[in-house]
């Protein structure tokens, strides 16, 4: 438990330095402790430490270790579902998950919201795909600064993703390439939070939050606007499988 509870504080130290430096409140940015491999034994480590969010990104994992976690916290917990989600999953992804950070497509919003109980609903965030890389998972958003058609198209699928009942589009969240160099990233974060802003004013609907970095980047990625952070192997270490 010791090396958790320091790896989060160590955490949490940056993410104050870089709120800091972008004149931001640490109160602006939640930390999401990615905990997928890892076994529950260490996720309530992690909770009797301080945190409340953690993410997953297997749904097979997480329909056994999510009850037992809950079962056994002090605390009520917002698990996040980050990991790519196919749409015949949706059905189990929807009762175990308070938010979604990886809706990609229409038929996987409305297979989500299918799977919801009456009078439940969802936060998700829609992923873009800015940096252009083919590997990449997301809508295609690489070019939406010089192409018209690109921006349109993606104004009008946000259109179709707020219509959806039960789902509560709160924001945007991509995946920066993998680089040695932090700064090869920031351009990436830059490009997330303007798109955000020019689909505000073009949906007169708040988007308030942007899902971006990970454990080799998140400093930049709260220097450019991320509200959430996803950090799995600064605060559990490497994965166990």
């Given at each position: 438990m010791?090396?958790?509870?320091e790896?989060?504080a160590?955490?949490?130290?940056?993410i104050?330095?870089?709120?800091?430096?972008?004149?931001r409140?640490?109160?602006?940015?939640?930390?999401?402790?990615?905990?997928?491999?890892?076994p529950?034994?260490?996720?309530?480590?992690?909770?009797e430490?301080?945190?409340q969010?953690?993410?997953?990104?297997?749904?097979?994992?997480s329909?056994?270790?999510l009850?037992?976690?809950?079962a056994?916290?002090?605390?009520?917990?917002?698990?996040?579902?980050?990991g790519?989600?196919?749409?015949?999953k949706?059905?189990?992804?929807?009762p175990?998950?308070q938010v979604?950070?990886s809706?990609?497509?229409?038929?996987?919003?409305n297979?989500?919201?299918?799977a919801l109980?009456e009078?439940?609903?969802?936060?998700?965030?829609?992923?873009?795909?800015?940096s252009?890389e083919?590997?990449?998972?997301?809508?295609?958003a690489?070019e939406?600064?010089?192409?018209?058609?690109?921006?349109?198209?993606?104004?009008?699928?946000?259109r179709?993703?707020?219509?959806?009942?039960?789902?509560?589009?709160i924001?945007?969240?991509?995946?920066?390439?993998?680089?040695?160099?932090p700064?090869?990233?920031?351009?990436?974060?830059?490009s997330?939070?303007?798109?955000?802003?020019?689909?505000?004013?073009?949906?007169?609907?708040p988007?308030?939050?942007?899902?971006?970095?990970?454990?080799?980047?998140y400093?930049?990625?709260?220097?450019?606007?991320?509200?959430?952070?996803?950090i799995?192997?600064?605060?559990?270490?490497?994965r166990?499988?």
């Open positions: 010791t090396q958790i509870r790896n989060i160590r955490v949490q130290a940056n104050a330095d870089a709120c800091a430096r972008a004149g409140s640490t109160g602006d940015v939640t930390l999401v402790a990615v905990s997928k491999t890892h529950p034994e260490a996720v309530l480590e992690a909770v430490a301080g945190l969010h953690f993410g997953e990104n297997r749904v097979e994992e329909a056994h270790k009850p037992i976690v809950n056994q916290a002090k605390v009520p917990l917002t698990w996040h579902m980050v790519h989600v196919q749409s015949r949706a059905k189990d992804v929807a175990l998950f979604v950070h809706v990609d497509s229409l038929k996987l919003a297979k989500l919201a299918e109980p009078g439940k609903q969802l936060d998700v965030f829609i992923e873009v795909n800015v252009g083919v590997s990449k998972a997301g809508l295609n690489a939406w600064r010089t192409d018209n058609a690109v921006r349109e198209n993606l104004v009008q699928q946000f179709e993703f707020i219509a959806v009942p039960k789902l509560n589009i924001g945007l969240m991509t995946m920066a390439p993998i680089v040695d160099d700064e090869v990233a920031r351009p990436v974060f830059i997330l939070r303007e798109l955000r802003d020019s689909l505000e004013e073009a949906l007169s609907q988007l308030p939050h942007l899902s971006m970095g990970m454990t080799d980047d400093t930049v990625a709260i220097e450019e606007g991320a509200t959430m952070v996803r799995g192997r600064a605060i559990f270490g490497e166990l499988r």
